[in-house]
């Protein structure tokens, strides 16, 4: 073999969704084989059952008494926004304790069986092993959600929530999924140990749920004491709204904002306190007019728009979506240069130096057997 | 011709402490060299910074004219890895563990159906194909790993330890195996800390210790530089007292001693004689003449432990000096 007849290898890009399907091929014919993925998502699929029908049992009487206001079209809006709550709810819940689960030994576990120096040792990329077990790992908690998703269609049947409310609910598990999971993925890659990795990553989940709240409210409470004690009161002042942006609860709470339609739903509420916005009828009260499953009155000409519904609802779940999807961008290149060894480059050069030319040309067996023509190593290659 | 492994002065210093201090290693197109050293010699640090696992401190290592801190990537093309403690994936058959790699290494996948089963078949595994990997044993777990530095075909194996932890039988498997892969062209780099294992395959041997290569080079070469005189073994059926007094009297003949391990009806004899093959064979002809019925005349040249513990052993007392 002559050095002008180096085998043409797949393009940069194809290598590497090549890898990223290897891996995820080996992840996943582990992960879906025997019983156990299937017992796991019919178990979480027949309790998020029984939570739909829990809140169908429940609302209904209760919807029935109220039902004096709208008509029977009120009331089976208030049963299907009570099942699309409780499911939005559970399912966050169950994304966020399982996504980190997944991906936080994704890593470690392969150091701890000593299988890691294996895989490295491939000429698969870093990132492509990470992508791919990132992943591997997010597809089964999408299989989850996605076959979760009919269960929600239900509330379709009752109204009180649209297909919108769906989407919207459906982006947000999914960006938290993504999110999580790849926080799991870089605790993996940093700490050595599965179990270290994995409490931080819980520890970190808690943080962005339920810490970024607590902090919201102690910060703001301290800006408000400071105004006090500098003498002014009543003012509006509070902690930065962007606290909350890594929030999948706080997008979850808008998410199920959209289907509340009075103007005092306790969720708008929640939101309203963080944006620092009065929830009133300085719209000229055409919020009031709302009610679930009814298309809201639009405000006739020359009336100001509603504030609240403008500003408050649909505020926080794309910021705190594109927060998590871009969250998980960053730590997934990190994660690439922590399975990198020390002190290797990073960015292993594409191009083949010149050395490995002349060692192709001269004496070295090419990695292709003899006989099997070069170019055939591209035979995945389309067809130019 | 570009040598497969050209090492240079390569150096590797882990915090405080230098496992590689500097050593140079050349090995050509398909030989067999053995680095054989106590456990800590620097033999793993060795072989990861040729696997690009990790970077040296200081010097160069390339192979197939390749620096490894340059282009990873195509060094690992070329390379087959065997690191000397590794796991194995739970939930994967053989067949689909070697199938995995092949896939990691790029093998198109109309390929790999065909070469998984070549390659089980080289390692003798052909039965265990649907077999987990995880309910392999030990030499089968061993043999399986080696089978997968074969995917992609490499010019280079570098194997670190193959036959610890080995039962007897399966080191002389494993042993075939890589006469078999000798002979199929492979350059192998074959790390030991016991020299006999390595002395009967390699076509060269390198005794490294606490980072330094001391002797490199032909095993037979080694074992001259170090020792003048043979030391003889001879198996004698009969009055081995006799036999002994007659050796004491010959000259070049020294530390005659008799040692136990030979079989019943016969009597071990050890000496130092200072004569090359052609004065051995007189000797013998010489003993038989006069009336010693010898069994067993052999040069006990390959107590590689005591090479082994000679060379390690003098570097002390270089340093010492």
Redesign the interface.
């Known amino acids: 073999m002559t050095a002008s007849e180096i085998p043409v290898?797949?393009s940069a890009p194809r290598?590497f969704l090549?890898?990223v399907?290897?891996i995820m091929?080996?992840e996943l014919?582990?992960r879906m084989?025997?019983r156990r993925a299937f017992v796991v998502l019919t178990v979480y699929l027949a309790i998020l059952a029984l939570i739909a029908y829990g809140a169908y049992v429940v609302i209904v009487p209760n919807a029935q008494a109220q039902g004096g206001f709208g008509g029977p079209v009120n009331a089976s809006a208030m049963v299907g926004q009570a099942i699309f709550i409780l499911l939005s709810v559970f399912q966050l819940l169950l994304v966020c304790f399982i996504a980190p689960a997944f991906t936080a030994g994704a890593v470690s576990l392969e150091r701890e069986?000593?299988?890691l120096?294996?895989?490295?040792?491939?000429?698969?990329?870093p990132g492509a092993i990470i992508v791919g077990k990132l992943l591997a790992a997010l597809a089964f908690v999408f299989l989850m959600i996605l076959a979760a998703v009919p269960l929600s269609a239900l509330v379709l049947l009752y109204g009180g929530a649209e297909a919108e409310d769906i989407v919207r609910q459906q982006v947000v598990l999914l960006a938290t999924a993504v999110g999580l999971g790849a926080i799991g993925l870089f605790f993996s890659a940093l700490i050595k140990r599965t179990q270290a990795a994995t409490v931080l990553t819980y520890i970190t989940m808690l943080a962005l749920t339920v810490g970024t709240i607590l902090l919201f409210v102690f910060w703001s409470a301290l800006i408000v004491r400071g105004n006090e004690e500098a003498g002014r009161f009543g003012g509006n002042d509070r902690a930065p709204e962007w606290l909350v942006y890594p929030n999948p609860v706080i997008a979850m709470t808008d998410v199920m904002a959209e289907t509340e339609a009075e103007s005092f739903g306790g969720m708008t509420q929640i939101l309203a306190q963080i944006r620092g916005v009065e929830l009133g009828f300085d719209g000229g009260g055409a919020a009031i007019d709302c009610a679930p499953g009814m298309p809201c009155q639009e405000p006739g000409p020359g009336q100001p728009d509603v504030g609240f519904n403008n500003t408050v609802v649909g505020h926080f779940w794309p910021r705190v979506s594109m927060t998590l999807a871009g969250a998980a961008v960053l730590l997934t290149l990190v994660s690439m240069r922590l399975i990198v060894?020390?002190?290797?480059?990073f960015v292993?050069?594409r191009r083949?130096?010149s050395?490995?030319a002349?060692?192709d040309g001269?004496?070295?067996?090419s990695?292709?057997?003899a006989g099997e023509p070069p170019t055939?190593?591209n035979?995945?290659e389309p067809p130019a | 011709m570009t040598p497969v492994i050209e090492i240079r002065g390569l150096v590797k210093r882990y915090d405080d402490q230098l496992a590689v201090a500097g050593i140079d290693l050349t090995v050509g197109p398909g030989e067999i060299y053995g680095l054989v050293g106590p456990n800590g010699a620097g033999k793993t640090t060795t072989m990861k910074i040729l696997a690009t696992l990790l970077a040296p401190t200081a010097g160069e290592a390339l192979v197939c004219g390749i620096p490894v801190t340059e282009d990873p990537i195509e060094v690992r093309r070329r390379i087959g890895y065997m690191p000397d403690f590794y796991g194995v994936y739970d939930d994967l058959r053989v067949w689909e563990y070697l199938d995995f790699f092949a896939r990691c290494y790029g093998v198109p996948a109309r390929r790999r159906v065909g070469m998984v089963d070549e390659l089980l078949g080289i390692v003798g595994l052909s039965d265990k194909r649907n077999a987990y990997v995880e309910a392999l044993s030990r030499g089968m777990r061993q043999r399986l790993c080696l089978a997968h530095t074969l995917v992609h075909d490499p010019a280079l194996l570098i194997l670190d330890e193959p036959a610890s932890g080995l039962d007897p039988r399966a080191r002389v498997e494993m042993r075939e195996i890589l006469r078999e892969l000798r002979g199929m062209g492979k350059t192998i780099l074959v790390s030991s800390h016991i020299l006999p294992e390595l002395a009967e395959m390699c076509t060269a041997v390198g005794i490294i210790d606490r980072g330094r290569l001391l002797r490199s080079g032909r095993i037979a070469d080694i074992e001259r530089s170090l020792r003048a005189n043979a030391l003889l073994r001879i198996d004698v059926v009969g009055d081995a007292a006799a036999a002994a007094e007659w050796l004491g009297t010959r000259s070049g003949v020294a530390d005659v001693l008799p040692v136990d391990g030979a079989p019943a009806g016969i009597a071990r004899i050890e000496a130092t004689y200072d004569g090359d093959p052609d004065a051995q064979a007189a000797l013998l002809r010489d003993m038989i003449a006069a009336g010693h019925v010898i069994s067993g005349f052999t040069q006990a040249a390959s107590d590689l432990e005591e090479i082994f513990l000679k060379v390690t052993g003098r570097d002390d007392e270089e340093e010492a000096a």
Request: charged share 30%; aromatic share 2%.
């Open positions: 290898r797949a290598e090549s890898a399907g290897t091929v080996k014919r582990s084989r025997g069986k000593q299988t120096d294996l895989l490295i040792s491939t000429p698969m990329r060894p020390v002190g290797m480059r292993f050069r083949r130096t050395a490995a002349d060692a001269g004496i070295v067996d990695p292709l057997p055939e190593a035979a995945e």
